[in-house]
């Protein structure tokens, strides 16, 4: 099957610093992909649609300015979180679509400290 | 937009026991239907899935049935094993964005 992998799986960063992370889809192309957030124990929320070669579509409440993201090919989309603060600390999700699927990545867990 | 009301966890059952974890969606158009499995630290694994009415999705030992009369996707298995702990999400998806469940919490013991 079609594999989508993120990286990094865990980070830790320092309050106020930018944080990138990667969304690969490995052995296709994928012209759409979305971010989810998934807090502790809770559900995962649909962030944005990530579409390659033009802007993210964000969902209502979330920043733009703060969760900048780029696809600008058809295998890669990264979320970037700027100038990141504790309350930005949660379970990061991708999921690429191939066809009529989707396929999730493995996630990245930030920290904020 | 699209929503899904799923059974509230958390349940614990016994080593061999029947579940069943309940699932019903609002949506404006036709979804496909989904669950989906989250391990202890993990991203999500798809369980199963169905895309028209009636269809029956299944996987080991998991199965679950598309009723749209009813717009439900309840999830069952006649014999849960301890490997089965774990997080369940049911997810309706349309237009390729999925809408999640709270999640349903299941921990089986021995």
């Known amino acids: 099957g079609a594999v989508v992998s993120q990286h990094p799986s865990r980070v830790i960063c320092k309050s106020g610093t930018s944080v990138k992370i990667e969304c690969r889809s490995l052995?296709?192309?994928?012209?759409?992909m979305f971010w989810y957030r998934q807090f502790p124990k809770q559900s995962l929320m649909l962030m944005a649609t990530?579409?390659?070669?033009?802007?993210?579509?964000?969902e209502q409440g979330v920043e733009k300015d703060k969760f900048l993201i780029n696809h600008a090919s058809l295998t890669l989309s990264t979320l970037t979180v700027t100038s990141a603060h504790p309350e930005d600390s949660s379970f990061y999700i991708c999921?690429?679509?191939?066809?009529?699927?989707?396929?999730f990545g493995q996630g990245t867990r930030l920290t904020v400290v | 937009g699209n929503s899904v009301t799923q059974m509230e966890g958390p349940v614990t059952l016994s080593e061999e026991a029947f579940l069943t974890i309940n699932c019903t969606y609002t949506?404006?158009?036709?979804?496909?239907l989904f669950w989906y499995v989250q391990y202890p630290g993990e991203g999500l694994q798809l369980l199963l899935k169905?895309?028209?009415?009636?269809d029956k999705g299944s996987n080991k030992g998991f199965e679950a049935t598309y009723r749209k009369e009813t717009t439900s996707f309840h999830l069952e298995k006649g014999s849960v094993q301890v490997s089965d702990s774990a997080v369940y999400f049911c997810?309706?998806?349309?237009?390729?964005?999925?809408?999640f469940g709270d999640g349903t919490t299941l921990t089986v013991k021995p």
């Open positions: 990530s579409n390659e070669g033009s802007k993210a579509t964000y």
């Open positions: 997810a309706p998806r349309d237009a390729g964005k999925s809408t």
């Open positions: 052995d296709f192309q994928a012209t759409t």
């Open positions: 999921s690429a679509l191939y066809r009529t699927e989707a396929f």
């Open positions: 949506a404006t158009g036709y979804p496909s």
């Open positions: 169905a895309t028209k009415a009636d």
